[in-house]
């Protein structure tokens, strides 16, 4: 059953907005043992995935997020090989992780392994890489395999996590960072998604705060749109271990060998750009 109003409406309660979508129908539901997935198709958004009643997926916009996740991480490193994505279950960030042909190994780590299935029945296309011999599926808790990483054995890791609640809220902490900052390599580079610069300036002042006790380098926080997110503006984070982030491999990101639909090198660039009111916001 769809609502009786006929509409999805993600409500955010301390932005006090909310953001609705037009449905056809609801085609699938289930509660996890971590959280409530729904599964729609809507009017002009085409699929629709909701965990515990927030919007996390739609066909509609989903490869800006992917790709602005991904490919600013992997061009800025010089050898990207061996890539850790936490979270990220519905595999389109490791989709956009295996188009690199640097990259030997690409390991996901996602707690709820029906997020993943469910994906890879409703959207195909975002599982497509799903069975790429380089790829390694792993069930289990992000924060303890970090923990557990061995020092030095990757080169970037992706953190795609939901919000900062419950079980995701130890994914933004110094704690965790010094364990991200131990397992990556020389010029290694840690990015998780960081929410909407608009509403939530606080948590990135938080995330860019701890990871530089982590002992990162040099932190960047890349702006992009989200138009099925909070605000419709959404960041990603980026750390890196002993280099700077304003340098990226332009020439190989302008003559990439596979296909994108939002990234460019002067995507990157201007993503980097800052509003006027971030420096205050972020103190």
Known sequence: MIPDSGWFTEICEECGSAFSIK???????????????????????????????????????????????????????????????????????????????????????????????????????????????????????????????????YDVIIVDSTDPVGPAAGLFSEAFYRDCFKALRAHGIVVGQSESPLFHASIIKSMRGALRAAGFQDVATLNFPQCSYPSGWWTATLACKDASLSDF??????????????YNPAMHTAALATPEFFPEALG
């Open 249 to 262: 491999r332009q020439d190989a990101a302008a003559h990439k060998d596979f296909p994108t639909r939002y």
């Open 23 to 153: 449905l056809k129908e609801k085609v699938h539901e289930e509660q996890t043992p971590y959280q409530y997935i729904e599964i729609y198709e809507t009017e002009t958004f085409g699929t629709l995935m909701t965990l515990d009643g927030l919007v996390m997926v739609t066909d509609k916009d989903n490869f800006i997020y992917h790709e602005m996740m991904v490919h600013p991480a992997l061009f800025a490193h010089p050898d990207p090989k061996r890539v850790l994505i936490i979270g990220g279950g519905d595999c389109g960030s490791l989709r956009e992780v295996l188009k690199h042909g640097t990259v030997e190994l690409a390991e996901q780590v996602e707690l709820d392994e029906r997020v993943t299935r469910v994906s890879e029945k409703f959207f195909p296309e975002l599982t497509e890489s799903n069975n790429d011999p380089r790829a390694r599926l792993h069930f289990t808790d992000g924060i303890k395999w970090m923990a557990d990483a061995k020092p030095e054995s």
